[in-house]
């Protein structure tokens, strides 16, 4: 049975055409979204808050979708929150191939940085990496590779959205998780980050064993693009933000295709991850297509969608 990494990030937001310019200005092609009645009930939002969107990469499989919500309505995930803290999807990533030109162009399109881009070295990689966030809370993590080249086509400016991360609590319960829906881990550290690395995610303040992470990859086929990244602190228990509940801004969700769909929800089912399903399998009018989907709230609360597959 294949399986393949997210393909697609939903976002939830008040600032629609700042959000999808961002995306267009970077070549990505985009498309008005209707709110279905499916898309209002699947989704969790309002259909009178007003259109969404579809943002399509140039080259990548890679979507956005974007979902309206009031300017009341209240971030999920404040911008004021500890970066280190557990609970739901974290950020995004993006790679770049300038840093000073990302931090530049970013700004100008209503994200404010969270760090410097700082150097660092893990493995035999040489990176520069920065956070950032906008005013939905939605935080996106932007590397530039300095060594060696990355493999495969060159980009223009910015990359597709490659991995998404999660702060977790329990790391290895959350792996569980994963592995239910056929991610497998493919790099597992735990340690100091290495290098400045420690300045990401605001670790620095902590000396010892106290700022020591374990970070691990997960992805079907041991493959970068599609990924989802999960951080912890062995050493430091912090509060976890409430599971995500619908109505609110921010990352919303990771939608995943599945070869499989209909076997992935009976193994859900029979498992001991059965009260984690948040939707249960249908075919939907999500706008741009009709889809056979079901979505699922991992431990501490990250939402992914799982979807038939293309072809399938």
Same mark, same amino acid.
């Given at each position: ?12 937001? %008040? ?18 979204? /209707?709110?279905?009645?499916? =898309? ?30 009031? %300017?009341?309505?209240?971030p ?5 929150? #500890? ?6 999807? !974290? ?6 191939n300038?840093?000073? !030109?990302?931090?530049?162009? &970013? ?23 920065? &956070? ?8 996106? /993590?932007?590397?530039?590779? =300095? ?6 086509? %060159?980009?223009?400016?910015m ?7 999660? *702060? ?11 592995q ?8 597992? !550290? ?20 106290k700022?020591? =992470?374990r ?12 990924? *989802? ?21 921010? $990352? ?13 929800y009976a193994?859900?089912? /029979? ?26 709230l991992?431990? #501490?609360? %990250?939402? $992914?969608?799982?979807?038939? /597959?293309?072809g399938?």
């Amino acid at each position: 049975m294949t399986r393949l990494g997210f393909t697609e990030v939903v976002m939830t937001t %008040a600032h629609m055409p700042r959000l999808a310019g961002f995306y267009g200005a970077l070549g990505w092609s985009d498309s008005p979204l /209707a709110i279905t009645p499916d =898309i209002a009930d699947y989704f969790d939002c309002r259909p009178g808050d007003g259109r969404g969107c579809l943002l399509k990469h140039p080259v990548a499989d890679c979507t956005v979708r974007l979902l309206p919500a009031p %300017a009341e309505t209240p971030p999920w995930r404040p911008l004021d929150t #500890e970066l280190i803290v557990p609970g739901g999807l !974290f950020d995004i990533n993006m790679r770049t191939n300038d840093s000073d !030109f990302a931090v530049a162009f &970013l700004r100008e399109h209503g994200w404010s940085p969270l760090t410097d881009p700082v150097p660092w070295q893990f493995g035999e990689s040489s990176v520069k990496e920065f &956070l950032c966030i906008q005013d939905d809370g939605i935080v996106m /993590a932007v590397m530039q590779r =300095i060594s060696p080249p990355l493999p495969g086509p %060159a980009f223009d400016r910015m990359s597709d959205i490659f991995n998404a991360t999660q *702060i977790v609590q329990d790391h290895d319960r959350s792996l569980a998780f994963l592995q239910v829906l056929g991610f497998q881990p493919f790099v597992d !550290f735990t340690g100091p980050l290495p290098g400045e690395g420690p300045r990401v995610l605001n670790l620095q303040e902590h000396s010892d064993e106290k700022g020591h =992470i374990r970070l691990t990859i997960s992805h079907p086929e041991a493959l970068m693009q599609g990924s *989802i990244e999960m951080i912890s602190t062995p050493h430091q228990q912090r509060p976890t933000l409430s599971p995500l509940n619908g109505g609110l801004r921010g $990352l919303t969700a990771l939608r995943i295709p599945c070869a499989d769909l209909e076997g992935v929800y009976a193994g859900l089912l /029979a498992s001991t991850w059965v009260d984690h399903l948040h939707k249960p399998l249908a075919r939907r009018d999500l706008g741009d297509t009709e889809q056979l989907c079901f979505s699922v709230l991992s431990p #501490e609360g %990250a939402r $992914l969608d799982l979807f038939q /597959a293309e072809g399938s």
